[in-house]
């Protein structure tokens, strides 16, 4: 018994026992058993899923300062980055999300002063996800910052005290808030957005 024969059994059968398989119709091929099937066609792959449609974008979070809790449009804005109070009760100072990344201040008045957005975990918050005022970019990294708002109207160094130690800051004024830039010990990685009225 040679190779060929040992590899194709049945390759001198004589050809009234063997139908060659052109000669059969697509339904009469011969196949393996289920569990040996590769063919292609026969393997069935499931469809992808679709992406997930894209977030809505919100509304500028910078609407905010300096309108009243109160006020509708206010409440609405609340509702939509989930913002509650910070000890669970109103009226209140402080209103947070800790889950989108931000939080506010407001005065005895019900007048809000301060919006910070948190980035890199700042606080226990998660990342802000949104787009950065003042036409930053989506980027939280200070030359990213700088490339999108140009030159800082103030900068500062970083503090190297053992108590409180933080990265450097910048600042740029807008005409119709200010926003103030808090980075980490690496002086790159954005920590905290801090917006004023």
């Not at 059994?9 to 000669?23: E, Q, V």
């Not at 804005?77 to 990344?101: F, K, M, V």
């Not at 740029?172 to 103030?180: A, L």
Request: glycine content about 8%; aromatic content about 8%; overall charge negative.
């Amino acid at each position: 018994m040679g190779f060929l024969d040992r590899v194709l059994p049945g390759r001198n059968a004589p050809a009234s026992a063997a139908t060659p398989r052109h000669a059969l119709e697509a339904d009469e091929q011969p196949r393996s058993s289920q569990a040996e099937r590769q063919d292609p066609i026969e393997v069935r792959i499931p469809p992808l899923q679709p992406p997930p449609p894209p977030a809505a974008p919100r509304v500028d979070v910078t609407q905010l300062l300096g309108r009243n809790l109160a006020d509708p449009f206010a409440q609405e804005i609340c509702r939509e980055y989930a913002l509650l109070p910070a000890l669970g009760t109103a009226p209140a100072r402080s209103y947070q999300s800790p889950s989108l990344g931000v939080s506010l201040l407001a005065d005895d008045y019900g007048t809000v002063i301060n919006i910070f957005l948190h980035f890199h975990g700042d606080l226990g918050f998660q990342p802000y996800a949104g787009s950065i005022p003042g036409r930053g970019g989506t980027i939280p990294k200070r030359s990213s910052l700088w490339v999108a708002l140009g030159r800082p109207d103030q900068s500062t160094d970083p503090n190297r005290d053992r108590i409180n130690e933080y990265g450097a800051s910048d600042q740029w004024r807008f005409p119709t808030f200010t926003m103030h830039a808090l980075y980490a010990l690496d002086n790159e990685d954005l920590l905290r957005l801090t917006l004023r009225h």
